[in-house]
């Protein structure tokens, strides 16, 4: 018997020069997995987390955008493991924020993010440490 829940996905795309590239590229990064669609995210809470990402990819120009998918997970019992399926609808996504390089925060205001972060902030760095 199949068990059914909707959940929502964060990513940042990125199409621009990033890492020790010298041309553009396109990649995708995955911020957030498994959100009750319920208590969904808010801007506020998804920028820290993107500057974050682009800060460690190093990004240096071109454009991103932070997306929303809706994904369906079907919970399978196999014997004694459980086996979950991810369910994605195409063009389902939804664009919650697009950018150009000049929205990312300065040096100066990114420090100050880090030295008062916000909790969306504190989870992000924790989690990059490796704590749960």
């Known amino acids: 018997m199949a068990n059914k829940r909707n959940v929502l996905n964060y990513r940042l795309t990125v199409r621009g020069v990033f890492g020790r590239n010298r041309t553009v590229k396109f990649d995708t990064f995955s911020l957030l997995k498994g959100v009750d669609p319920a208590s969904p995210?808010?801007?506020?809470?998804?920028?820290?987390m993107a500057w974050t990402k682009l800060a460690e990819i190093r990004f240096k120009s071109g454009t991103?955008?932070?997306?929303?998918d809706p994904v369906e997970l079907n919970d399978y019992q196999d014997g004694d493991r459980v086996i979950t399926l991810e369910t994605y609808a195409l063009l389902s996504?939804?664009?919650?924020h697009q950018a150009k390089e000049t929205d990312i925060p300065s040096k100066a205001?990114?420090?100050?993010?880090?030295?008062?972060?916000t909790p969306a902030m504190q989870a992000v760095?924790?989690?990059?440490?490796?704590?749960?």
Do not use: D, Y
Request: proline share 6%; hydrophobic share 40%.
């Open 109 to 117: 205001e990114m420090v100050r993010l880090l030295q008062n972060p």
């Open 64 to 68: 991103w955008k932070i997306e929303e």
């Open 93 to 96: 996504s939804k664009t919650i």
């Open 125 to 132: 760095m924790a989690k990059l440490r490796g704590e749960k």
């Open 41 to 48: 995210k808010t801007l506020k809470e998804l920028l820290p």
